[in-house]
């Protein structure tokens, strides 16, 4: 009998969906098990930082780290990882791009620890006080990572094997990908895996008609026809510009794509890439009119890039 493989998952800056995504593989997840041995994920195997770092190097053969760089304690586990493992994979939007934490990156750590610690309505701190790296405290010194000024990506960090979009990378990929890597057909390193080439929109079954609109609407604002193109009512959706391989979930459930599977092969900034396909549905007659529909949408910076600022041409805010 082979000797099974030996893979790992980690879970730094970002909310867990993609670990849970990888259970959310239902009964295929036996075949993982049947195939590897889970070395270390936390969500599901009490295996603790110190068993891996007794791991001889090399010792894991693929693990799939998800989840941005936002502390020292995350890039700490990146760097202890990637010596630990023969292949490295950015599981996610989060490890790939930044995800929805890389949204921080509109603001810098002065900011955000003000508005957290001295500004929120709930805050009560009148001595100002702010989490310390280290505290002394009868028993011994406590320590907490220190909280970096930007969110960064994996790749960021450590030498990244392979990138798995998705927030999080749907389920019938992470199989595809699994059995690749037991059947040793994985694509030359730096490729980008469980996802297609195509656009969102290419998956999307809804009726596109080139229609331009004169306004754009917030979801809550429209009950759009579940047939036609949301873009084309209206509703700012990221199909266009963003790579494929979910199935178009979030348009086959009257919900926009949010752009979360990235940037399409050869383009530079996901975020200026989706802004001429808006510019491709208004329906103006002079510069002056285009910008008053472009002003209906909320939030236009945080919207285009939602799942990707830290990986960037804007990357974060300067002063």
């Known amino acids: 009998m082979a000797e099974k493989l030996k893979i790992a998952s980690y879970w730094a800056a970002d909310c867990g969906g993609c670990d849970v995504a990888i259970l959310d593989t239902h009964e295929k997840f036996l075949d993982i098990v049947q195939a590897a041995d889970i070395v270390f994920m936390p969500i599901a195997v009490d295996i603790k930082e110190k068993d891996v770092e007794a791991f001889p190097d090399g010792y894991i053969d693929v693990c799939f780290f998800h989840g941005a760089i936002r502390n020292s304690e995350n890039e700490h586990m990146a760097k202890l990882l990637r010596r630990k493992s ?11 791009m930044g995800g929805v934490p890389g949204l921080a990156n509109f603001k810098d750590r002065e900011g955000i620890l003000s508005r957290v ?6 805050t009560d701190n009148p001595d100002k006080v702010l ?12 320590t907490l990572p220190a909280f970096y000024e930007e969110v960064k990506t994996l790749a960021d960090v450590v030498d990244v094997d392979y990138f ?3 927030c999080p990378p749907a389920s019938h990929q992470i199989v595809n990908v699994f059995q690749a890597i037991v059947a040793g057909n994985l694509p030359p390193k730096g490729s980008i895996v469980g996802a297609s080439t195509k656009s969102v929109c290419e998956e999307c079954s809804r009726i596109k008609e080139n229609k331009t609109i004169k306004r754009f609407y917030r979801v809550h604002e429209i009950i759009p026809d579940p047939e036609r193109c949301l873009l084309e009512q209206g509703i700012p959706c990221m199909g266009p510009a963003t790579r494929g391989g979910c199935g178009a979930a979030c348009p086959v459930a ?17 975020g200026a890439k989706y802004i001429s396909a ?3 549905v208004i329906d103006a007659n002079n510069p002056e009119e285009a910008a008053k529909i472009f002003d209906q949408i909320a939030d236009p910076a945080g919207m285009l890039y939602w799942f990707g600022l830290p990986a960037s041409l804007l990357r974060r805010v300067r002063k």
């Open 278 to 280: 808006l510019a491709s």
């Open 86 to 96: 023969k292949v490295l994979v950015a599981f996610g939007s989060c490890a790939m």
């Open 117 to 122: 610690y001295f500004e929120s309505p709930s």
């Open 131 to 142: 989490p310390q790296t280290e505290t002394q405290v009868r028993e011994g010194v406590l």
């Open 254 to 270: 009257n919900q926009p794509c949010r752009g979360c599977y990235g940037p399409l092969d050869g383009v530079i900034d996901h």
């Open 164 to 166: 798995m979009p998705g």
